[in-house]
T-cell receptor, first 115, second 115 residues
Framework: NAGVTQTPKFRVLKTGQSMTLLCAQD?????MYWYRQDPGMGLRLIHY???????AKGEVPDGYNVSRLKKQNFLLGLESAAPSQTSVYFC??????????????FGDGTRLSIL | AQSVTQLDSQVPVFEEAPVELRCNYS??????LFWYVQYPNQGLQLLLK??????LVKGINGFEAEFNKSQTSFHLRKPSVHISDTAEYFC?????????????FGAGTTVTVRA
């Protein structure tokens, strides 16, 4: 019963390095999301996808790129990491609204520190 | 666009006492409302949701919330808390029509239950 799996769980980067966070879901959800969580700010949407091959910007997209080449995977890339991107990153997935409010299912997060 | 304000950042409470977490939202359209819980070092889990109908919504682990449209509030309550309820709680809103799938989260309320 995996649900939403995020890889890696922890990572430390130096300023200017690049990396990719992987999100995989086994629930056949069409929609996938990337959020960042910072103290006192709740979760903020970075990018999202409504289907394979489609992506869109969320509230805080600058400095990030995403790709959804397969329905079950959603990748978040940091092109040139900055200390301001130190955060906990959450991936989530959901169905389109089927009358049930479209609840999102979350992974356990990736803790990323940029030195 | 929608926004959420959680009125308390931290709520300390004794075991077996009641707790109320306050959430106000802002939206120019009809909304879906959610409460999520985040236990330490975990992702978010759905506690309950309001879609339509009865304004009193019951969720998991003995939690309930009441939707008040005139006061644009969605407060979460539990009549008797346990140590295991220590967690961070997030209120979230999604605007309708249903294809507006983005969630806006509040900043979170940390509940600490003491014996």
């Amino acid at each position: 019963n995996a649900g939403v799996t995020q890889t890696p769980k922890f990572r430390v980067l130096k300023t200017g390095q690049s990396m990719t966070l992987l999100c995989a879901q086994d629930m056949n959800h069409e929609y996938m999301y990337w959020y960042r969580q910072d103290p006192g700010m709740g979760l903020r949407l970075i990018h999202y996808s409504v289907g394979e091959g489609t992506t869109a910007k969320g509230e805080v997209p600058d400095g990030y790129n995403v790709s959804r080449l397969k329905k079950q995977n959603f990748l978040l890339g940091l092109e040139s990491a900055a200390p301001s991107q130190t955060s906990v990153y959450f991936c989530a997935s959901s169905y389109p609204d089927r009358g049930d409010g479209q609840p999102q299912h979350f992974g356990d997060g990736t803790r990323l520190s940029i030195l | 666009a929608q926004s959420v304000t959680q009125l308390d950042s931290q709520v300390p409470v004794f075991e077996e006492a009641p707790v109320e977490l306050r959430c106000n939202y802002s939206s120019s359209v009809s909304v879906y409302l959610f409460w999520y819980v985040q236990y330490p070092n975990q992702g978010l889990q759905l506690l309950l949701k309001y879609l339509s109908g009865s304004t009193l919504v019951k969720g998991i682990n003995g939690f309930e919330a009441e939707f008040n449209k005139s006061q644009t509030s969605f407060h979460l309550r539990k009549p008797s808390v346990h140590i295991s309820d220590t967690a961070e709680y997030f209120c979230a809103v999604s605007g309708l029509p249903a294809n507006d799938y983005k969630l806006s989260f509040g900043a979170g309320t940390t509940v600490t239950v003491r014996a």
